[in-house]
């Protein structure tokens, strides 16, 4: 069974920067795009930015566009995100998330949080 684990994420003043890390524990086939969600208390899980595996457009939510980058990491299924110019309102629980979609679904649908069967336990980022 494949197992997201994130790291990174801690406490940034505002205007500072963060990086979290995500890889899974094993090779899969059933993994080709990776991304990232994140949930603040009292709101809804929210998708970030997303990536596929094997290279093409990623995709952000816009209030995270110019500041935050999601890559390809080294090692197996692995990715990060670069948190640059964070607000308060980043504040968030982060979660890494895997699955297997087709390009026209990836590109129409890549925030589903259903279309995730894989989902790493959260990394929290506060930013204050």
């Known amino acids: 069974h494949v197992q997201l684990v994130e790291s990174g994420g801690g406490s940034v003043q505002a205007g500072g920067s963060l990086r979290v890390s995500c890889g899974a524990s094993?090779?899969?086939?059933?993994?080709?795009?990776m991304g990232w969600y994140r949930q603040s208390p009292g709101k809804e899980r929210e998708g970030v930015a997303a990536?596929?595996?094997?290279?093409?457009?990623?995709y952000y939510t816009d209030s995270v566009k110019g500041r935050f980058t999601i890559a390809r990491d080294d090692g197996v299924n692995a990715i990060y995100l670069q948190m640059n110019s964070l607000k308060p309102e980043d504040t968030a629980i982060y979660y890494c998330?895997?699955?297997?979609?087709?390009?026209?679904?990836?590109?129409?649908?890549?925030?589903?949080?259903?279309?995730?069967?894989?989902w790493g336990q959260g990394t929290q980022v506060t930013v204050s």
């Open positions: 094993e090779y899969t086939e059933s993994i080709n795009c």
């Open positions: 998330a895997a699955a297997f979609l087709l390009p026209t679904r990836y590109a129409r649908s890549w925030y589903m949080q259903s279309d995730y069967p894989y």
């Open positions: 990536i596929y595996l094997g290279g093409g457009v990623p």
